[in-house]
C-alpha cells in the first residue's frame, strides 16, 4: 500500500472527510458493513486499485465476486493482488460488446473511459488504447446470483446498467454508482433517462447520506436538481 492509500485510510478510520471523495469512500464503506454480508456475490465495474474490493472482501469473505478494470497495468496489479479471491477481468464495460477505443489519462487514470470527458489536470496526458467491450449480461453466468454492484466509469454508468437489465430484474442487487455532470453528458446521459430506467426495474435512488439516514428515495425532480448543481455525484439505488 503506497503512502497516499495509507494516508487516505487513515483519513476513513478517523472520519475526516478532507475532501469529498474520502467522505464517499467512508459512507460507502458503512453502506457495505450493513448491505454486505458473509456469501454476498458482488461486482466492482471500474476496480481501479481496488479500494472499494478491498471493502468487499473484508464482509463477504466467501462470496464470489467480479472486478472489471481495462486499463491494463492496473488489470495486471488487480489479477495479481486478488488471486484466489476474485475473479479480475480487463473490459470496459458497456451496453453492447466489441472492441473499442479507451482514453487511459496516464497522468490522472481514475478520469480514463471509453468517451473523453472533461479533465480537472490542465493537460491531460491520454493515450488510446484498445480493449475489449463487454455487457455484464454477457459476462456474469446466469445462475450466479448478485447482491451488489459498484459502478465507477467516469460516464459510462448508464450503459454499463442498460447492459445488465438481466441482473437488475433477476437479481436486484443493490448498487452504488457515480453519476455527475462533467462526465455522464458525454455519453449523452441524462438524469431524467437514468431515473426512468431504474426505476422501471424497481430501483428508487437515494443520495449515500440519505440511504444511510433511512429516508425516501430522491424523487425525479431532485436526482435532476442534484445532479444540476453538483451537490452530490455518487449514489445508491435500492
Known sequence: MGAKDKVRKLFNLLHLDVTKNLKYDRL?????????????????????????????????????HFAFEPIPSFFNDLKLKYDGQATVLPYALSNEQGTTTFHYVKNAPAYSGINKRSYKVKTPEIDQIEVEKRTLDSTIPEDHKIHFMKIDVEGGEFDVLKGSSRILDKDH?????EFGNGASEFYHAQPENFFDYLAD??????????????????????????????????????
Do not use: W
Open 28 to 64: 460507502t464503506q458503512k453502506i457495505i458493513n450493513t448491505e454486505v454480508n458473509t456469501t454476498s456475490n458482488c461486482i466492482d465495474v471500474g476496480c481501479h486499485k481496488g479500494e472499494i474490493l478491498d471493502m468487499i472482501l473484508e464482509n463477504a469473505s466467501e462470496g464470489k
Open 173 to 177: 442487487p443493490l448498487l452504488i454508482f
Open 201 to 238: 426495474f424497481n430501483y428508487g435512488i437515494f443520495t449515500l447520506e440519505r440511504f444511510i439516514d433511512k429516508q425516501k428515495p430522491l424523487t425525479r425532480a431532485e436526482f435532476k436538481t442534484v445532479y444540476k448543481n453538483g451537490s452530490d455525484y455518487y449514489f445508491v439505488a435500492k
